[in-house]
């Protein structure tokens, strides 16, 4: 998985992290606890492991964020027969204890049938706080388009994505649909790479544009076509903040405000959520999305019961079996891309963020996992290869229970 994107500009509430110093500049070493101010203006990519720590879990503190407001009901979670292998004196029990402390997590939830089986909780995480998501937020985005099209707001996902963005015409977006855009196969070229100071991930944060422009329509509309829109999938985050504006620019609401009307307040998450702004004052669409533990599960819990909330549905017609299913292939057998998730061949499907984040949505086992942690590299194999070694450890303890499926 790639990296997502990271904000530029200071705003005036609370300051973004520059971009600039995500990037570049060393980490110095802190004998107390890190200092907020300290955060904001040194880069991410050099927080150090203590700073990573502290900073997820005061995402909002550091970075200017607008809230996402919970209603007046809570969805109750309650508490599940704990998972027999992880309980105390389980088989798993050390394993378990072994992956929370070598993987830096910070809070672990299993749901089953809307139930909490497994709850654990690390590094200051407790019930009532937020960490941060980085780019699960992509798939909180996507499922925006879904509830977008259940109120009329976007007609159809084979629109033009200038329909919406009429700031993209003229542009290498002339020809790319909202479809190629959610799968990211919209065609137009795009480098992703943190490494490189000349990539457009790079350049796009630091991009200021014309007085009264939307700084993300004014970057992506001087991308190059790469390749006919459709025939080739590669990740950019610049698409998905894309994504953001056409929620946004359509129904005419703040991605903050309608996450709430559709979702958040309506399904029953207990505490507001919090999403990080761009330099322009937009949230990002990509990225760096805060809730609780709980309310990540709940969000999983939401996408199982397929999309319903407040006693009707808040998604389009088969939104979900589209969005949860490979609509495009990444070069992984038996993995691909739906529309802002990631999908596997067995019908399971994942929200995924740097340095660890992740909603598992298992239909078959009526399963929802969420791991936050604070790995210690953003993306790597080893940590990869063992989240999955963790994850194929619940399903088996969960088989092991003989769970029927439907």
Request: proline share 4%.
């Amino acid at each position: 998985m790639t990296l997502p994107g990271f904000p530029v500009r200071v705003l005036q509430i609370t300051r973004i992290v520059p971009f600039a110093a995500l990037l570049a500049l060393s980490a110095t070493a802190i004998r107390a606890q890190p200092a907020i101010a300290s955060l904001r203006d040194r880069p991410l990519a050099a927080w150090n492991q203590e700073e990573r720590e502290f900073g997820f879990l005061r995402w909002s503190a550091i970075n200017e964020t607008r809230p996402v407001r919970r209603g007046a009901r809570v969805h109750p979670l309650p508490a599940g027969a704990p998972l027999r292998a992880f309980a105390r004196g389980g088989a798993e029990v050390g394993q378990l204890d072994a992956y929370i402390a070598e993987q830096k997590v910070a809070g672990m939830l299993v749901l089953q049938d809307g139930k909490r089986r497994l709850e654990r909780y690390a590094l200051g995480l407790t019930p009532a706080k937020r960490w941060t998501s980085f780019s699960v937020a992509k798939s909180i985005t996507g499922t925006l388009v879904g509830a977008a099209l259940r109120d009329g707001y976007i007609k159809s996902v084979d629109d033009l994505v200038t329909r919406y963005i009429p700031g993209l015409r003229g542009s290498a977006y002339d020809s790319v649909t909202v479809r190629q855009l959610l799968t990211m196969t919209s065609g137009v070229r795009w480098n992703e790479d943190y490494t490189d100071t000349t990539s457009d991930v790079y350049r796009f944060h630091y991009h200021t544009p014309p007085r009264g422009e939307n700084a993300t329509v004014s970057f992506m509309r001087t991308l190059a076509r790469d390749t006919t829109p459709g025939t080739k999938w590669a990740y950019k985050t610049g698409e998905t903040n894309l994504i953001g504006v056409l929620v946004s620019s359509a129904t005419k609401q703040r991605l903050s405000s309608y996450l709430s009307r559709t979702i958040w307040g309506t399904y029953g998450m207990e505490v507001d959520a919090t999403w990080q702004l761009d330099r322009g004052g937009h949230e990002h669409g990509g990225c760096c999305f805060q809730a609780t533990l709980r309310d990540f599960g709940r969000f999983g819990q939401f996408i199982l019961e397929q999309g319903r909330a407040g006693g009707r549905s808040r998604l389009a017609d088969g939104w979900l079996d589209a969005a949860t299913h490979r609509q495009a292939g990444i070069g992984a057998v038996g993995r691909g891309y739906g529309y802002q998730w990631w999908t596997v061949d067995d019908g399971t499907f994942a929200a995924r963020g740097i340095h660890g984040q992740t909603i598992h949505v298992d239909p078959a086992r009526r399963l929802v996992v969420v791991i936050l942690s604070a790995w210690p590299v953003a993306t790597g194999q080893d940590p990869s290869a063992a989240r999955t070694e963790m994850m194929n450890r619940i399903i088996a303890a969960i088989d092991a229970e003989g769970v029927s499926r439907p």
